[in-house]
């Protein structure tokens, strides 16, 4: 009795302060996360449940390992995933952003050219686009959306309605904060928004969530100290539901998180990414060969030569692509050969 009336004194006394505004709620959130201006994150992405019609895959994983300094941003993916179909595939990517908007992408495990951009929202696929990591657990979307929001619009949703907050006790984990809202859509249904904040870790997000009446997406946090003033997520579990139904679910682990004063701004560079001599660029429209040091111009005259790491998969292309029209030749030759013997057997 006395212990339970210690721990509920505490916890009025953690609220005896006034309850403070949500935008200031908002803003302490933007700044824990910003205090990490610099730094390497590394994060294993597992898509544990997708229902989706057109989703080939039976389970997937992807880990990104994070550098970034700013809106500068190094991005290495690994992808290794199992279709429906048994069939396993494996893909290696790395992407750099620079702060000034262009972007360098080299399919590592591809000759295909590496591409030098001048806007870095038009990048290929979903697994290339321009995440910052310091956004999980603050949206409540799939990790390979996040490309889509910036810390300054993390809470665009939340701010179409008017935004209501309370302070809650959870349990033994302490005061929480929960900040809300609820608007009517372009077609007349009720969204509604909410966050569950910690003002005493760092104001760390433990709870995201959007629902309206047919669709309902929610992403829980347990948040870490990583570093002193540093708290970021250990682990994320992002769900969405489809008429009450598991559609979704992404499991965010969170591996490791190094802040770092700042980054060489050579790790930002085509040099940071260890190109092969004679490696061919594409920038923009135009195409040069990396000499190991520089970009030189392509001439259409010269053949483009291709990097030794690359021919072992160029070889095996070559070799599938031969595989395969001699197997169609045979198969042609045989039909030939029946169509052949069923007119002669006919005519006599």
Known sequence: MLANAAWFGAAGAAWA?????????????????????????SIR????????????????????RFLFDGRARRIDVENEGVTKQGRVGRSTEQVVFLADG???????????????????????????KDIDPRLVGLVPCPFKSLWKYGLDDAFESLRLGEIQIE?????????????????ESADGKPVANELIVD????YSVSSAGFSRPDFAAYVKTMNKQWAPGVWYPHESIYEQLIAGNLVQRVRMVVEAVEPLEQ??????TLGALELKEGRVVRKNLDYFIWDG???????????????????P????????????????????????????????????
């Open 17 to 41: 302060q006034p309850t403070p505004s949500a935008d200031d709620v908002l803003a302490k959130i933007v700044q824990n996360r910003t205090a990490l201006k610099a730094g390497r994150i």
């Open 45 to 64: 992405v597992t898509y544990e449940v997708d229902e989706y019609p057109d989703n080939e895959w039976k389970s997937r994983t992807y880990h990104y």
């Open 102 to 128: 262009t972007f360098i992408l080299r399919p590592a495990r591809s000759a295909a050219p590496v591409e030098v951009g001048s806007d870095r929202r038009v990048v290929g696929s979903v697994e290339e």
């Open 167 to 183: 302070q809650q006790t959870l349990g033994t984990d302490g005061a929480r904060l929960r900040v809300s809202s609820t608007y």
């Open 199 to 202: 003002p005493s870790a760092g």
């Open 263 to 268: 980054v060489s701004p050579a790790e930002f």
């Open 293 to 311: 040091a520089n970009l030189v111009p392509h001439s259409e005259d010269q053949p483009r030569r291709v990097a030794p790491a690359d021919l």
């Open 313 to 348: 998969e160029q070889a095996a292309s070559a070799r599938r692509w031969v595989v395969l029209l001699i197997s169609n030749a045979v198969v042609f030759a045989l039909i030939a050969a029946w169509f052949v013997a069923r007119y002669y057997l006919r005519s006599h």
